[in-house]
């Protein structure tokens, strides 16, 4: 069955220092999502990203956080500056369409800021 | 704003017995519904979903829900639980009233099976 790949699987980043995380969607998929989960805390939506543009983000996903599609596979979350609350577990997830249609979801990245 | 209440963080059942897991989602209009189930170390993978037609739902791993409009409810359950059942669950719902996509999450419960 097709899955959502993310890499790496945990990532040590030294606080303010940029860092990227990685996702390719299921190959026949259009929508595209991250989210994120602080330790002990609700999954939390971050960006929704549709036909090579953001369709939606959530008041988290300020300056600091871009995302990109740089071909036509990969799904890219990059955290310019990053604070010790970054620290989470970042999950992608993809789906066929909007609404009804299930999300799809990674293993997660699990991101340690120093 | 759509919000999801999960309730009981922790659901300790034996092996056999009945699992109900509780939801409850706010908005007046019905929105969509899943249950995720994530096993320590892996991604959220669905369960099963609600979104229009028959209100009670099957899905995997003999798991199955019923929306009840009238109490605002999308419990699962699975008549008898088995070990590979201990998890965390989460109930998420998506608002079919306007052009939000977004899963919003519920807390999430961890069960818990005894032998």
């Known amino acids: 069955e097709p899955e959502v790949t993310q890499t790496p699987s945990h990532q040590v980043t030294q606080m303010g220092q940029e860092v990227i995380l990685r996702c390719v969607p299921i190959?026949?998929?259009?929508?595209f999502y991250w989210y994120r989960q602080i330790l002990g805390q609700k999954v939390e939506f971050l960006v929704s990203?549709?036909?090579?543009?953001?369709?939606?983000k959530s008041e988290i996903f300020d300056d600091q956080f871009s995302v990109e599609r740089p071909d036509g596979s990969n799904f890219t979350l990059k955290i310019r500056s990053t604070k010790l609350e970054d620290s989470a577990m970042y999950f992608c997830?993809?789906?066929?369409?909007?609404?009804?249609?299930?999300?799809?979801f990674g293993d997660g990245t699990r991101l340690s800021i120093l | 704003a759509q919000s999801v209440t999960q309730l009981g963080s922790h659901v300790s059942v034996s092996e056999g017995a009945l699992v109900l897991l509780r939801c409850n989602y706010s908005?007046?209009?019905?929105?969509?519904l899943f249950w995720y189930v994530q096993y320590p170390n892996q991604g959220l993978q669905l369960l099963l979903k609600?979104?229009?037609?028959?209100?009670l739902v099957k899905g995997i791993n003999g798991f199955e829900a019923e929306f009840k409009k009238s109490e605002t409810s999308f419990h699962l359950t699975k008549p008898s639980a088995h070990m590979s059942d201990a998890a965390e669950y989460f109930c998420?719902?998506?608002?079919?009233?306007?052009?939000?996509?977004?899963?919003?999450f519920g807390s999430g419960t961890r069960l818990l099976v005894r032998p």
């Open positions: 609600y979104t229009t037609g028959a209100t």
């Open positions: 908005s007046s209009v019905p929105p969509y």
């Open positions: 997830a993809s789906s066929e369409g909007a609404g009804y249609q299930p999300q799809h």
């Open positions: 190959s026949n998929h259009l929508y």
């Open positions: 990203f549709y036909n090579n543009e953001i369709s939606e």
């Open positions: 998420a719902v998506s608002d079919r009233t306007d052009s939000s996509y977004k899963l919003i």
